[in-house]
Structure formats: structure tokens, C-alpha cells
């Protein structure tokens, strides 16, 4: 049976369980330079925590592997100097020991997503995993894998769907949004998504993510580089760091709070569309309401309705505003209704009172 769902903390931010966390950072950690620059990005954009490799499983044996252990401690300085947690990848067993030691949580690849051994050495380390699944293996084979980790002793294990190798070759991989949320009948562990790698494209990562989100993900973890054409791998499915700033808007993850009044501006002109859209879509019901209303002979005013329509605001903005903040946000929308339903005396969009 599965039991509900939890709450995985990765330092002081979570997953699971209502909670939503956005990892993001470069694929590899290349300078202590680099890894700062992006760390001070995607702490501005609101993720939660700070990826980067420092082991790196490359197809070809003579492409770029990874700064090692000396990278890790750019990474962690970069995390501690942005304050976010830390998310690095372990390939072998002999690593588990090290990285445990400097990073907040343990990532396991898809490439390693079988890897049994490595997984019961992760699992035993006294710290978080977040588990791939191997594009290769089926959801069944990837909650399986999770029982190793969990069976080692770990208690904080957050899975993550990346995208599974199919015939389509248009993308990097077919990111298995279905295989996810089958998944979450079937665990109550956290399930994040990783759209970077099922896309393998930068123009892909965004409308996947939103995707991932729309479907009720726990997360995301998004490769991010400032100069994607230089990056040592995975530069051609980066986002720039405005690519994440705009991505964490508009999914509602608040900015980072980098003193910055500009970055937090951008997040308000964010909400202000969504309200401007929202507002329209209300006043184009409206207009549809006083058709039927005019067909079946009703009156277009209807105080009681009004009435309703106040509460309700007043309920849903009780604690946050104050007391005749919602009164008056009701009233000027009910006013704006009442001037698209054509009412006489709403001739200025003030409210029913004006
Ligand atoms: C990565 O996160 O950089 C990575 C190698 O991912 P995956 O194991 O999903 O290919
Ligand atoms: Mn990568």
C-alpha cells in the first residue's frame, strides 16, 4: 500500500509533500569562477538548491570528466557563499565517502541507476539521494532500484524522472511524464523531473519543465550556463540564467532574495500579467453570464451573487490583506463585471457604488 507522501529536506528547502524545490545549476562544475557566477544566477532566480558535477559519466572516455574532488570544494564554497544546498553526482562506491562529506545530497545518474553496489554504498551515507531513473528501465525496475537505497538506510530519497531512450530522435531522450505520475501511485516518495536531459535542446527545457510542473512534480532539476557555447558538456540544452529567472515566475518559485529591487520587480510584472489575463478571462465571463442572463429574462444586478463573490475573496485573502482589502479588490472587480455586463448604472468602472 502506499503510505502518503513525504517531505525529503535538502538543507534548508524540501521536496515532497506540498513542498516544491528547483535545482538548478551547470551540468559540470568547470572553475571556481564559473561555478560562483551560475551559483549567484540561480540563487537570484529562486532555486532552491545549487547543482553541479564533479565526477562526470561521459559517452567517450577522452571527453572533459570532471574537476574531482578539488571541484566539489568549488562547488560547496559557491553553494555556502549563495546559500543553497548542494546536489552532486557519485559514480563509484570508492566516492560515496568523500562527497558525503561536502555535499547536501547524493545524486545517482541514469547511467548508474542499476548499479547495486553503488547504490547500497549511496543509500548507507547518512545523506539525501536523488535517484534517476536509467533510460533504460522501466518504472517498476526504477522503484526497485529505490528500494536499495532505501534498504541501505537512507531515509531521504527523491527520484527523478529524466527522460527514457525510445525510436524518437528529435530529443536527447522522451522525457516519461506518464511513467512519473504512474510512479506516484506507487511511492510516496518525492518524484522531481529533469527536462535538460530528456530534451538534450535548450528550446525544449522550459515548455517541458512547465509540463513536469503542470503534472504535479515535486521539482526540477535544470542545467543552467552563462556562456552555454563555452560550457565542457551539455552546453546546447543550458538555460540562461534569465531563461531561469522567467521559468521560476512563472511557476510561482518567489526570487532568491539578492537585494536586488529589479529582480523582485520582474517577479511582481510577472504576477501583474497573470492578474491582467486573469481579469480579462472574468470580464469576458461576465459578458457570456449577461447573454443568458438577457435570453432567460433575469436581472443583470444580483446583489445576493455579489455578496457571494465578496465572502469568497474575503476568505481566500483573509489573513493576508488588510480587513477591507478584499472588500475593495471585490468591489472593483464586481464593478468592472457589472460595466461589461452592460448595466445602466455602472458607467464608470468604480464598483456598484459609485
Ligand atoms: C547530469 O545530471 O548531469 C547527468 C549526467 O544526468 P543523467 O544521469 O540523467 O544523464
Ligand atoms: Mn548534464
Excluded at 574537476?67 to 564554497?77: I, K, N, Y
Excluded at 538534450?200 to 550556463?225: C, F, K, Q, S, T
Excluded at 486573469?278 to 444586478?301: D, T
Amino acid at each position: 500500500e502506499v503510505k502518503p507522501p513525504v517531505a525529503v529536506a535538502i538543507g534548508p528547502f524540501a521536496a515532497g509533500a506540498g513542498r516544491r524545490a528547483v535545482i538548478a545549476g551547470p551540468c559540470a562544475v568547470e572553475s571556481p569562477e564559473q561555478v560562483l557566477r551560475i551559483a549567484k544566477a540561480v540563487a537570484r532566480a529562486g532555486a532552491t538548491a545549487l547543482r553541479g558535477g564533479v565526477f562526470k559519466p561521459r559517452t567517450s572516455p577522452y571527453a572533459f570528466q570532471g574537476h574531482g574532488l578539488e571541484g566539489l570544494r568549488w562547488l560547496r564554497a559557491a553553494g555556502d557563499s549563495v546559500g543553497l544546498p548542494i546536489v552532486t553526482e557519485v559514480m563509484a562506491p570508492a566516492q560515496v565517502e568523500p562527497l558525503a562529506r561536502l555535499a547536501d545530497v547524493l545524486q545517482i545518474g541514469a547511467r548508474n541507476s542499476q548499479n547495486f553496489d553503488l547504490l547500497r554504498e549511496a543509500g548507507g551515507a547518512g545523506r539525501p539521494v536523488l535517484l534517476k531513473r536509467g533510460f533504460g528501465t522501466t518504472v517498476e525496475e526504477w522503484l526497485a532500484s529505490a528500494e536499495y537505497v532505501l534498504a541501505a538506510g537512507c531515509r531521504d530519497l527523491i527520484l527523478c524522472e529524466r527522460g527514457i531512450r525510445t525510436f524518437e530522435r528529435t530529443t536527447r531522450g522522451t522525457l516519461d511524464l506518464g511513467g512519473m505520475l504512474a510512479a506516484r501511485s506507487l511511492t510516496s516518495l518525492p518524484l522531481i523531473v529533469d527536462p535538460s536531459h530528456a530534451a538534450g535542446r535548450r528550446d525544449l527545457v522550459v515548455p517541458l519543465a512547465r509540463a513536469a510542473w503542470g503534472a504535479g512534480a515535486d521539482g526540477l532539476i535544470v542545467e543552467v550556463h552563462d556562456t552555454p557555447e563555452a560550457a565542457l558538456s551539455d552546453g546546447a540544452q543550458a538555460l540562461l540564467p534569465a531563461d531561469l529567472e522567467a521559468l521560476c515566475d512563472e511557476i510561482g518559485v518567489l526570487p532568491g532574495e539578492d537585494g536586488s529591487v529589479e529582480r523582485v520587480r520582474t517577479a511582481i510584472d510577472a504576477v501583474d500579467r497573470e492578474i491582467s489575463a486573469l481579469v480579462s478571462r472574468r470580464l469576458e465571463l461576465c459578458r457570456r453570464v449577461a447573454g443568458a442572463k438577457r435570453r432567460l429574462g433575469r436581472p443583470i444586478r444580483d446583489e445576493a451573487r455579489e455578496a457571494t463573490v465578496k465572502a469568497r475573496f474575503a476568505e481566500a485573502l483573509g489573513g493576508s490583506v488588510p480587513e477591507t482589502g478584499a472588500e475593495r479588490l471585490a468591489d472593483a472587480l464586481i464593478g468592472l463585471g457589472l460595466h461589461a455586463e452592460g448595466w445602466p448604472g455602472a458607467g464608470a468602472p468604480e464598483g456598484p457604488d459609485a
